[in-house]
């Protein structure tokens, strides 16, 4: 317990890092995913076409190799990240993408006679898409989001390649100078930990959203 405490510090410092890079790729990324979604059933090809092309690298790359082209590639053209800002770039970038796609997919599930009703009582294209369409969106992609954000959780371990001080690199530290894996034990248990309060915030999430069946 005694070490545990000693390193507790560090760990938890790490752990708030990486909470800052999840919460903030979080909320930039899922509005934006719903605007690039509705780009992509956007009756304008060219946007549609340059859209598809940005899902398709997104998605078709590894997010480790995002993260090093954002912060040690793209200085060659330069455009200089600092780390945190790299890493949330990288992330904002490679999620939007995914969410996106769940969107897209959530906004083509809904009838056509949504619509045509929306149309019938006058509601304008911005009231139908707040009040009848996001709601009923929401609904159907929840389970998929929350995935995409249990997975976010842990990518978050993926930034210490660019050197930066979340909670997998403090473990690493300290399991490198102690040569010991209780480090990395607690760094499992805090992930864990991380998981479950996520997870529990999306059930609450998906009771509130149960009404539209």
């Known amino acids: 317990m ?3 405490e000693q390193i507790a510090p560090s760990l938890l410092a790490g752990a708030w890092m990486s909470i800052k890079i999840f919460l903030w790729t979080l909320i930039a990324s ?3 995913g719903v605007l690039v979604s509705l780009g ?12 598809k092309f940005y899902v398709w690298v997104m998605r078709g ?18 455009i200089i990240f600092q780390r945190y800002d790299a890493a949330l770039c990288a992330f904002i970038m ?11 997919g959530g906004f083509q599930a809904i009838p056509e006679g949504q619509f045509e009703s929306a149309k019938v009582l006058r509601l304008t294209k911005w009231q139908t898409l707040m009040h009848i369409v996001i709601p009923q969106v929401i609904k159907i992609v929840i389970p998929s ?29 300290a399991t490198a100078r102690d040569v010991t894996l209780v480090p990395l034990v607690l760094v499992g248990v805090i992930y864990l930990a991380m998981t479950g309060v996520a997870s529990y915030a999306l059930r ?5 959203y149960s009404k539209w069946r």
């Open 2 to 4: 005694t070490y545990i």
């Open 30 to 32: 899922i509005p934006l």
């Open 40 to 51: 992509l059933l956007s009756k304008f090809k060219p946007l549609r076409a340059i859209l």
């Open 61 to 78: 790359t590894p997010l480790l190799l995002q993260l090093i082209f954002v912060f040690y590639g793209l200085p060659i053209i330069g």
């Open 94 to 104: 490679n999620y939007t993408a995914y969410f996106a796609e769940i969107f897209r």
């Open 145 to 173: 989001i929350g995935n995409e954000v249990v997975n976010l959780v842990k990518d978050t371990s993926l930034v210490y390649v660019i050197g930066l001080g979340d909670l997998l690199r403090a473990g690493n530290v």
């Open 204 to 208: 609450k999430v998906e009771q509130h």
